[in-house]
């Protein structure tokens, strides 16, 4: 499945892209990726990366058109001032809503962890909070009891959401780093250990992006079937106000699981 592009401006692109596709090349091994995607569809243009999603993340991202359009949505970045929100499928029963705010780190730099990347919550270290409400909760005949969770991550640590989430206890669904011992995600990267039960990506979906932007231009919508894209845009004379809003549903192959699962009892 390619990615798509859902709307289309003078100054950036939202693209939604299916879990499974790096957003940049990790190494040289030739892998093709979303920024190689785009790069073909838009020929001797300058395209940078605003917002980046982890592999099997699936959803809403924002690339910037020029160099001083990455300028301008790069510092909105770091202010904070491109909203995102994710729908997550977790194991268990969260609260109905709740604020998260507990430091995130890199679990090496404090205590031995075979998996470089993992992240987890220590103390006294980088400030991180992420807001979420619960959806609802469901049985599911393989999975057990599960949640659909939307999450509204007001800091940009890495893997803020996965590592928040298994921390309280309700690890994402399908997730080979948390909620599991190390042993497994190693595994399962090991190329020379068959592994014949590898189960499906981890169930996290980027479903929203949202940001205001000076603007001098007309915001072009993308219809493509089969996808519900919510979005806002007006056609702009001189330096004016663009407030953006896209919006996806839950990418199909996580609307699956959470069909094929019972609505749980309020017990």
């Known amino acids: 499945m390619d990615p798509i592009v859902v709307q289309e401006h003078r100054q950036y692109l939202i693209v939604n892209k299916p879990a499974g596709w790096l957003v940049h090349p990790t190494r040289p091994d030739g892998t093709f990726t979303l920024i190689d995607w785009l790069r073909e569809q838009y020929r001797e243009e300058f395209l940078s990366l605003v917002s980046r999603l982890d592999r099997e993340t699936s959803g809403l991202l924002l690339v910037a058109r020029g ?3 990455a ?4 510092k909105m970045q770091q202010r904070r001032e491109i909203h995102k929100t994710y729908l997550a499928i977790v194991h268990g029963r969260p609260p109905d809503s709740g604020v998260i705010n507990q430091p995130l ?4 730099k404090h205590q031995p962890s075979r998996i470089y990347i993992r992240q987890a919550v220590v103390p006294g270290t980088y400030p991180a909070l992420t807001e979420f409400k619960t959806q609802g909760t469901r ?8 949640s659909l969770v939307e999450a509204s991550p007001k800091t940009g640590r ?3 959401i996965r590592a928040h989430f298994d921390h309280l206890g309700f690890p994402v669904l399908n997730d080979k780093i948390y909620g599991k011992i190390d042993d497994y995600f190693i595994n399962y990267i090991d190329k020379d250990i068959p592994n ?3 189960i499906g990506r981890h169930c996290l979906h980027s479903s929203k992006l949202s ?27 001189g330096s004016e106000v663009d407030s953006v809003s896209v919006e996806i549903t839950l990418a199909k192959d996580l609307e699956s699981i959470w069909s094929d699962a019972v609505p749980a009892s309020s017990s």
């Open 67 to 69: 160099k001083e359009n």
């Open 71 to 74: 300028s301008v949505l790069g």
């Open 105 to 108: 780190d890199r679990l090496g």
């Open 139 to 146: 049985t599911h005949p393989e999975h057990g009891e599960i």
């Open 158 to 160: 890495l893997h803020q």
């Open 196 to 198: 014949t039960n590898k």
């Open 211 to 237: 940001f205001t932007l000076c603007s001098g231009s007309e915001v072009k919508i993308l219809g493509v079937r089969g996808q519900n894209i919510g979005g806002q845009s007006s056609k702009m004379l």
